[in-house]
């Protein structure tokens, strides 16, 4: 007598809710992802504010120590490098949960990292830069000075700004376009994913002071080029690179406000005339002309016909594709 398989009854409508055919939803693991991040600034920032009361009852740091106008930028290279941390701890907790790697990500440690995050870093960053102050220079919109900085003090301040850059360069690429933009892509295809955490990078730029809604387009087309860097080259190498060229550009050799933030030691006092904020940059900077949104949207351009689309991989999945 032989006996009959049970036929499966429909999935529950629990499962349903959380899981698909790959594990658990790429909603449900952003929401863990997000709380985790959540969860641990906020524990930091009640660890910092102990720290400063603690600090605030001792000896302050002499006005004329010749380490002291140094202080700002290594606190905040200091802060952005735990910051950085923490969102590449919580990545690897959820490279566990996922079992994968956590290089899967956008920082994989791969042989052509150096020479991809050089080529970001000089072609597609400082020199990007460079040629919209030549092309406003030609205008008669800006101006590039004189000298502010001699001696060894140059090289010190150079270092300083490259170390602080490099940091903010390596947290907020690999936060808003890290395992936050590979999970999303998931759930909803890649583009639209990109278009939503460059909108949320923006709008965390809304923040700065002397912001104008030119520079927070600007900051989203920025955003927008990023997001094609890692679609073309597979990782994040690149627009770690180039976010850092153009910070480090901006903020001490040109010495301009870098997203409406001025900047302590810088190289050049450069400056501009009188004109429109939508030419000069007003208070943002280069970031809040006109020729930098048509640069963020030519280089875009071109970098999607140089860099050819690479071979199916599992960096960023859309939601029409499986795993390989």
Same mark, same amino acid.
């Given at each position: 007598m032989e006996l009959e398989t049970p036929t499966p009854g429909p999935p529950s409508k629990l499962n349903f809710v959380f899981y698909n055919d790959r594990g658990l939803r790429a909603g449900w693991r952003l929401f863990i992802f997000a709380v985790l991040l959540y969860t641990t600034f906020g524990l930091l920032g009640l660890l910092a504010g102990l720290l400063r009361a603690t600090a605030a009852g001792g000896a302050s740091v002499p006005a004329d120590a010749p380490y002291a106008p140094y202080l700002v930028p290594l606190l905040v290279g200091l802060s952005? #490098? $735990?910051?950085?941390? =923490? $969102? !590449? /701890?919580v990545t690897w907790i959820m490279s566990r949960i996922e079992r994968r790697s956590v290089g899967q990500y956008g %920082?994989?440690?791969?042989?052509?990292? &150096?020479?991809? /995050?050089?080529t970001g870093y000089l072609l597609w960053g /400082?020199?990007? #830069?460079? %040629?919209? !102050?030549? $092309?406003?220079?030609?205008f008669h919109l800006f101006y590039f000075g004189s000298l502010n900085l001699h001696g060894a003090s140059i090289l010190a301040w150079a270092l300083a700004w490259a170390v602080v850059y490099l940091m903010v360069g390596f947290f907020e690429e690999y936060l808003?376009?890290?395992?936050?933009?590979?999970? %999303?892509?998931?759930?909803?295809g890649f583009w639209p994913a990109a278009f939503i955490l460059g909108i949320v990078f923006a709008y965390v730029h809304m923040g700065n002071g002397g912001e104008t809604r030119i520079g927070i387009i600007g900051v989203l087309l920025f955003a927008i080029f990023a997001a094609t860097t890692l679609r073309? *080259?597979?990782n994040l190498w690149l627009a770690v690179g180039a976010h850092t060229g153009w910070d480090w550009g901006e903020s001490f050799?040109?010495? $301009?406000?870098?997203?409406?933030?001025?900047a302590s030691g810088r190289l050049l006092s450069s400056h501009s005339p009188q004109g429109?904020? &939508? !030419? *000069?940059?007003? *208070?943002?900077?280069?970031?809040?002309? =006109? /020729? *930098? #949104? =048509?640069? &963020?949207a030519v280089m875009t351009a071109l970098f999607l016909i140089i860099y050819k689309p690479i071979p199916r991989t599992t960096l960023i999945i859309n939601a029409a594709e499986d795993i390989a």
């Open positions: 952005d #490098l $735990v910051l950085f941390l =923490i $969102v !590449l /701890f %920082l994989p440690l791969i042989r052509s990292a &150096w020479s991809r /995050f050089l /400082f020199l990007p #830069l460079a %040629l919209v !102050l030549l $092309v406003m220079r030609a808003f376009r890290g395992y936050a933009l590979h999970t %999303l892509a998931e759930g909803i073309r *080259t597979g050799l040109f010495g $301009v406000s870098n997203s409406g933030l001025p429109p904020d &939508w !030419l *000069t940059g007003g *208070t943002v900077g280069p970031e809040g002309s =006109i /020729f *930098t #949104l =048509i640069l &963020w």
